[in-house]
């Protein structure tokens, strides 16, 4: 009815995103499908909706058509001159207002893509389309191109029609069978054995050759030239560089290492793809990858990971992998100093989660006068702080171990949020007093997943008696078989092998966790390209 109409409109449009997603979940999760064998269609204003949300998770979809889709909202809708854009802004808002602007912007599709591997994608125009402008697809695949990861096609075919398309009854279906045509390619080049109706998550194993097995027992190599390079400042001096390119010898000065030692790691570095080198192997480059996310100072900058995935203790525990699955128990467990290096280390990760945070919370943040947040095993800190940063009616708690929280402590600073943060030093958060009550509480990442099934209860008891009853809680967490990537199951080695307790669990586990401590059932935002989700 209305109301339900009323519930997707310009307030509330986020709700017509979050309810496809969980329709699509709700199939994979019962085992009709496994991500990438489904399809999604839409037109016009669905145009948006599809591409919204294959911007929120591009992982679930194995090809999706946009038929004249209505993607640039800002751009259109400021513009009362367009053709159907005043008699529109009760619909999705006047962007012309900074109460509709800042909302709108949140979703726009053509503001809010991301650098990572999209699926199969093809759009329509129509040259002749007088409610979306032809250009308004082409600068959206434009930029898409320009922006994603991975080699998956972006398609885009342009009729000499209106915004309904052709208008000849077997032009009309020449477009249709156009469209089915390219969903049943791309879904059988996709395709993957049916599941089981019982299969509750999704692992697509990769085809393993000789040679992958070979790359698989070497792959340790590949981990510590990259860390090796990165300790050294290989990248950092090369960005120097003019061109970012540069002599071993050269760079070997640079650096007060040895030309015979490095010219081994920087043909290995081409190797494994993150420089180039010319003809004569002289010039080593840095590729656009590296200048991204290996470059100290950029904002991909992603090498502060090295820390916290390929750090000395680690290393050395996963050497104890056999004995301690011969156990069930920790060697070597990770002392507490531990926990002050990973906060220090893991902030491109915390950031780039922070950053979609905002994103999904600000419609409904900024109608509070005041918003009493708690951020519970807090890190960094930067999930509640980047909130703080944004949004000026924050008041910020952060709880974490003393020594955590200097972490925490300086990330404030940083973003100059010091005066909005207050320090809870507590070792122990199942036990500690966290005042309250709050409008929103955070557990920062894998806090559920480090603890048993037992003590993740009670921190969600924790959660739930500090929360006001209209609160929200977000959850942080590595989960497994959202997709086909294997991190979620190297972390729980990792867990294994240097914790007594803690496993990277499925999202059914957490959603039976959280229905059982009297939550509604969670919308789910994956964090590509890293293996992380916000519940």
Not at 294 to 322: H, K, S
Not at 489 to 508: E, P
Request: with cysteine.
């Amino acid at each position: 009815g209305y109301k339900w109409y009323e519930e997707g409109t310009w307030p509330k449009k986020k709700n017509t995103f979050d309810d496809i997603i969980t329709a699509v979940e709700y199939l994979i999760a019962e085992g009709y499908t496994t991500p990438g064998k489904i399809a999604l269609e839409g037109r016009s204003a669905g145009g948006l909706m599809a591409a919204a949300v294959t911007n929120l998770r591009p992982d679930l979809f194995g090809a999706v058509v946009l038929n004249v889709p209505f993607v640039d909202v800002i751009g259109s809708m400021i513009d009362g001159s367009i053709p159907w854009t005043a008699f529109e802004w009760d619909e999705w808002g006047n962007p012309n207002d900074p109460t509709y602007f800042h909302y709108m912007l949140s979703y726009c599709p053509y503001n809010n893509m991301k650098q990572c591997d999209y699926p199969p994608m093809l759009f329509t125009s129509g040259l002749n389309d007088p409610r979306v402008a032809y250009w308004e697809p082409t600068k959206f695949v434009a930029r898409l191109r320009a922006t994603k990861t991975g080699d998956s096609p972006v398609l885009l075919r342009t009729y000499l029609a209106g915004h309904m398309g052709s208008s000849g009854r077997f032009d009309a279906l020449e477009e249709l069978a156009y469209n089915f045509a390219f969903i049943i390619d791309r879904l059988e080049a996709g395709a993957r054995s049916a599941p089981s109706k019982a299969l509750m998550r999704v692992i697509s194993p990769v085809a393993v050759t000789p040679s992958a097995l070979l790359s698989i027992l070497g792959g340790y190599q590949v981990t510590m030239c990259l860390c090796a390079a990165l300790d050294l400042g290989v990248f950092d001096h090369l960005h120097r560089a003019p061109n970012f390119a540069a002599e071993c010898g050269t760079l070997a000065e640079s650096l007060a290492v040895s030309q015979r030692g490095l010219s081994r790691l920087l043909e290995a570095l081409v190797a494994i793809g993150v420089l180039e080198s010319d003809e004569e192997v002289s010039f080593y480059k840095l590729t656009d990858t590296a200048v991204t996310h290996l470059v100290r100072g950029m904002p991909g900058y992603i090498g502060d990971l090295r820390q916290t995935v390929a750090g000395e203790f680690n290393m050395r525990a996963m050497l104890n992998l056999p004995a301690v699955i011969k156990s069930g128990r920790a060697i070597d467990t990770m002392p507490e100093t531990m926990a002050k290096t990973l906060a220090e280390n893991s902030t491109s990760a915390h950031k780039h989660a922070a950053t979609e945070l905002v994103a999904i919370l600000s419609s409904w943040a900024v109608r509070k006068k005041k918003l009493m947040v708690l951020n519970l095993q807090c890190g960094s800190g930067l999930l509640g702080i980047l909130l703080a940063r944004n949004l000026a009616n924050v008041r910020l708690f952060a709880l974490d171990s003393p020594d955590v929280l200097s972490v925490t402590r300086q990330s404030a600073a940083d973003y100059r949020v010091e005066e909005r943060l207050t320090l809870i030093e507590e070792a122990d958060v199942l036990t500690a007093s966290l005042g309250g009550p709050y409008d929103l509480v955070i557990l920062g990442h894998n806090a559920l997943n480090l603890l048993g099934s037992v003590d993740a209860a009670k921190l969600l008891q924790q959660a739930s008696r500090s929360l006001l009853p209209t609160g929200r809680l977000v959850i942080y967490e590595s989960i497994a078989g959202q997709d086909s990537s294997p991190h979620p199951y190297l972390d729980s080695v990792s867990m294994l092998v240097t914790r007594q307790k803690g496993k990277v669990h499925d999202l059914a586990w957490f959603r039976d966790l959280l229905s059982e401590e009297g939550f509604v059932p969670p919308t789910v935002h994956s964090l590509q390209p890293f293996p992380d989700t916000l519940l």
